[in-house]
């Protein structure tokens, strides 16, 4: 039956996309951080997706091959910008403090494709789950 | 068991297709963010067809069932209107279209169905 299948594929999906989601809010929440060397400057994070090729993960009767999956959560290489605050506690010898790279305008059109993108699997699982309503409903025709 | 095979007609296999056609569908829907992943679909007249043309049965284990839209050359990758950057083929909006009709595809099937089982109930009862 692969009606029943669609669940555990959009299913694998939603989760995906909040994983994004989750991402996306951390980067938000750290946009404004600054640290005193390049290396421990905050750099945004970015869920790689994958789709699911075999059974793996996937529990007794519910499948989720087709599905997608975050194969790695990486950091944006786009260089921190550094920037003069000499009064900052955080600044290094010269005076400089390391901002994150995280690009707030970038952030929430990534945000609205992530809850578009929910959005579709939503209903993906409702049109499903109504078909399948209905054709249990066969037994009563 | 044969006689409600043959009552039910081709409905029966083609409900089967269908469903299988939007599992595939929506795969193509929740990867639409995967970089690299290419849209397929069912070419639904080539799984008919075939289905028609050679009515074989099968017999054995080992057999492939005719008409399978799971085979391998049913399934086709889609050609994209428009390739992204990342070498993913899903418009989201053609999957959302397709997804729509083939529901709509799928609910016409099962009123061909209802039609049946309620002729079927109906003739059994008598009256």
């Given at each position: 039956?692969?009606l029943d299948q669609i669940f555990g594929i959009a299913g694998s999906a939603l989760n995906s996309q909040s994983v994004r989601m989750n991402t996306i809010a951390s980067n938000l929440a750290n946009a404004g951080t600054v640290a005193g060397t390049d290396?421990?400057?905050?750099?945004?994070?970015?869920?790689?997706?994958?789709?699911?090729?075999?059974?793996?993960?996937?529990?007794?009767?519910?499948?989720?091959?087709?599905?997608?999956?975050?194969?790695?959560?990486?950091?944006?290489?786009?260089?921190?910008?550094?920037?003069?605050?000499?009064?900052?506690?955080?600044?290094?010898?010269?005076?400089?403090?390391?901002?994150?790279?995280?690009?707030?305008?970038?952030?929430?059109?990534?945000?609205?494709?992530?809850?578009?993108?929910?959005?579709?699997?939503?209903?993906?699982?409702?049109?499903?789950?109504?078909?399948?309503?209905?054709?249990?409903?066969?037994?009563?025709? | 068991?044969?006689?409600?095979?043959?009552?039910?007609?081709?409905?029966?296999?083609?409900?089967?297709?269908?469903?299988?056609?939007?599992?595939?569908?929506?795969?193509?829907?929740?990867?639409?963010?995967?970089?690299?992943?290419?849209?397929?679909?069912?070419?639904?007249?080539?799984?008919?067809?075939?289905?028609?043309?050679?009515?074989?049965?099968?017999?054995?284990?080992?057999?492939?069932?005719?008409?399978?839209?799971?085979?391998?050359?049913?399934?086709?990758?889609?050609?994209?209107?428009?390739?992204?950057?990342?070498?993913?083929?899903?418009?989201?909006?053609?999957?959302?279209?397709?997804?729509?009709?083939?529901?709509?595809?799928?609910?016409?099937?099962?009123?061909?169905?209802?039609?049946?089982?309620?002729?079927?109930?109906?003739?059994?009862?008598?009256?």
């Open positions: 039956m692969a290396q421990d400057a905050f750099r945004a994070k970015r869920a790689v997706f994958k789709t699911i090729m075999e059974q793996q993960g996937s529990t007794p009767g519910n499948s989720y091959q087709g599905g997608v999956k975050v194969q790695q959560i990486s950091d944006d290489p786009t260089p921190v910008r550094r920037l003069l605050d000499p009064g900052n506690p955080l600044a290094d010898k010269d005076g400089y403090v390391y901002t994150s790279n995280v690009n707030e305008m970038g952030e929430m059109v990534d945000m609205m494709a992530a809850s578009r993108s929910y959005q579709n699997n939503v209903e993906v699982i409702n049109t499903a789950r109504q078909l399948l309503m209905r054709t249990l409903d066969l037994t009563k025709a | 068991m044969n006689v409600l095979d043959n009552a039910l007609g081709v409905h029966a296999q083609t409900l089967g297709m269908r469903s299988q056609r939007m599992e595939l569908l929506a795969r193509n829907i929740a990867n639409a963010d995967t970089p690299n992943f290419k849209a397929r679909d069912i070419d639904f007249k080539q799984v008919m067809q075939q289905a028609q043309d050679t009515a074989m049965v099968t017999t054995q284990v080992g057999h492939v069932a005719q008409g399978d839209a799971g085979s391998a050359d049913a399934v086709k990758y889609r050609t994209p209107f428009n390739t992204a950057f990342d070498g993913n083929t899903v418009e989201l909006h053609v999957e959302q279209a397709k997804y729509g009709k083939s529901a709509a595809d799928y609910q016409a099937t099962l009123n061909f169905l209802e039609q049946r089982v309620s002729g079927i109930r109906k003739a059994l009862r008598g009256d």
